[in-house]
């Protein structure tokens, strides 16, 4: 090859350095084919070893802590770290009411909730058939009836249609890893006026000692919660490390 040759080939050598070093040093959107909503999700190279480097409004969504960490959820200090009695006492439940408890995990939540509603029940919602197993067992345990387990998938918590008065949601809704679609589907499955109560560390305060992307600030919270039509109401911060957030359905039928 002759050296005019080789100067021929120099931009091109150049510009492919050029778009290497940005795949390298910057984050890159790519599209995921099995997302149903592709547009609202972006992929990075570069991301939190925490997360799954999937991006939603901003925000990294966090990895899914697995049934191998059930111990955790049941730990005897957790009522004296977390106070999560607070929670049932102040969501203000009806003994009818129909409670999805969303990332249920081990139960820790719908079991307690359960005794409440005496003519109503507990959907014990879980993408983990392991989680699933876990809250049969302490179902016969506790002799408890009113808690139904139930399977969701990472894009759907299957419930029905304004089949529910409440959804849960404790420290589980950073995790989700198709949040738009999941909260989308739980809207739906709430009746007109039903509410969602969502639980999670204070992303505000760097002195909790919970990973980074295991905490979420209200305003992201909020800003969430507006993109699936849901109205906020409230927020106590009666938790001695976690927000309590309170948004609602609107009901058409008193508009």
Do not use: C
């Not at 480097?53 to 009522?79: F, P």
């Amino acid at each position: 090859m002759t050296n005019s040759s080789k100067l021929n080939f120099l931009p091109f050598i150049l510009i492919f350095l050029v778009m290497l070093g940005y795949l390298l040093f910057y984050p890159i959107a790519i599209a995921k084919a099995d997302s149903p909503s592709t547009t609202v999700y972006e992929q990075r190279v570069i991301h939190s070893p925490d997360g799954i480097g999937k991006y939603y409004m901003g925000r990294e969504i966090a990895k899914v802590m697995g049934y191998t960490g059930a111990g955790w959820l049941e730990r005897a200090s957790r009522e004296e770290q977390e106070q999560p009695s607070k929670i049932v006492s102040v969501i203000n439940l009806k003994p009818n009411d129909v409670v999805a408890d969303i990332g249920a995990g081990t139960g820790y939540l719908s079991f307690r909730i359960a005794p409440l509603l005496t003519t109503g029940k507990v959907l014990a919602v879980d993408v983990q058939p392991e989680m699933l197993e876990i809250i049969e067992l302490f179902k016969q345990e506790k002799n408890i009836t009113n808690v139904e387990p139930v399977l969701a998938t990472i894009t759907d918590p299957n419930l029905p249609s304004e089949s529910i008065d409440l959804a849960l949601m404790v420290d589980a809704y950073h995790e989700l890893e198709y949040p738009q679609e999941v909260m989308q589907k739980i809207v739906k499955a709430l009746k007109p006026g039903g509410r969602v109560v969502l639980v999670e560390y204070r992303g505000e305060n760097p002195f909790i000692m919970i990973k980074r992307l295991h905490k979420m600030t209200q305003k992201q919270v909020r800003k969430e919660m507006q993109a699936v039509g849901l109205v906020w109401r409230e927020t106590k911060n009666l938790l001695p490390q976690q927000h309590l957030m309170i948004f609602e359905k609107p009901d058409s039928s008193n508009s």
